[in-house]
């Protein structure tokens, strides 16, 4: 595996100081910890002896060309599916692992999956207790919605349908955020709309978030790093250090090409 680290051009860069509040935000996700994974699906391998460490609280996005198991990754740490061969260990400060809560790890895939026959708010707050009921509102106006409560799904357009699926995913506080190319169906300003959103709860949340996608600009908006997947192995790893909210620059066009010239390569 091949790790790139881009210079960045100094104009580019804002710095943090230590004592600065951003640098203080509490880390809630958890941390993962993938070791020599396979994937079988009869004879055909589609995983083959990958390793990779996800800190807490990382963004990673993982690109490649169809077929090259990113999705198949995704399931298996959502443990939607079960490995053929090796591990996935959870880490936080209470616990190290091999299986955590159902509320621990959430999923966004690109068809948001709501329940036709409730409305915006009854969808958000399936599963919760009453006594958190609340949350719901209360995310449903972080993503724009409060007015929209109490429509049913096919009033809303496609943007607020997802806005309605990662309140809702983001409605257990899960410590693990996986995004199964959730915006891939929208509209170009919907979609930068979306992953703005994504990225200020990321922050003001600290889940660990990960992000599958064929949107090699997404994937810089708004990954710490990307992960090149080829032939079900990681091929390439590259760090985007830009500073965020990340605005389009020389430095930023320069890692979206890098990246993309891997992928073609592949």
């Known amino acids: 595996m091949t790790n790139l680290n881009l210079n960045i051009n100094q104009n580019d860069v804002e710095l943090i100081p230590e004592n600065h509040p951003e640098s203080q935000e509490p880390v809630v996700g958890a941390e993962i910890l993938i070791e020599q994974l396979y994937k079988f699906y009869g004879e055909v391998k589609v995983l083959e002896d990958l390793n990779l460490h996800i800190q807490p609280g990382e963004f990673l996005a993982i690109v490649g060309r169809s077929g090259c198991g990113k999705s198949t990754l995704l399931r298996l740490i959502a443990q939607l599916e079960k490995a053929s061969f090796g591990e996935i260990k959870f880490k936080s400060a209470r616990h190290l692992r091999e299986g955590i809560t159902n509320d621990d790890i959430r999923v966004m895939f690109q068809d948001p999956r709501l329940l036709p026959w409730r409305n915006i708010l009854q969808n958000v707050q399936l599963g919760l207790p009453k006594s958190q009921h609340a949350l719901a509102e209360e995310l449903l106006e972080k993503v724009g919605l409060k007015e929209k409560s ?7 357009s496609g943007g607020q349908r997802q806005r309605t699926a990662l309140a809702r995913a983001l409605s257990h506080t899960p410590r693990i955020l996986l995004l199964d190319e959730p915006l891939g169906a929208l509209d170009a300003l919907t979609r930068l ?26 994937a810089v908006q708004l990954a710490d790093r990307i992960i090149l997947l080829d032939k079900g192995q990681i091929a390439q790893s590259f760090q985007v250090n830009l500073p965020r909210p990340r605005k389009k620059s020389i430095t930023f066009a320069q890692l979206e ?5 891997a992928v073609l390569a592949t």
């Open 150 to 156: 109490g429509q049913w799904p096919s009033q809303l």
């Open 193 to 218: 709309e979306m992953q703005s959103l994504i990225e200020r709860l990321w922050k003001e949340q600290g889940f660990t978030a990960i992000l599958v996608t064929h949107d090699v600009s997404e």
């Open 257 to 261: 090409q890098q990246v993309l010239d």
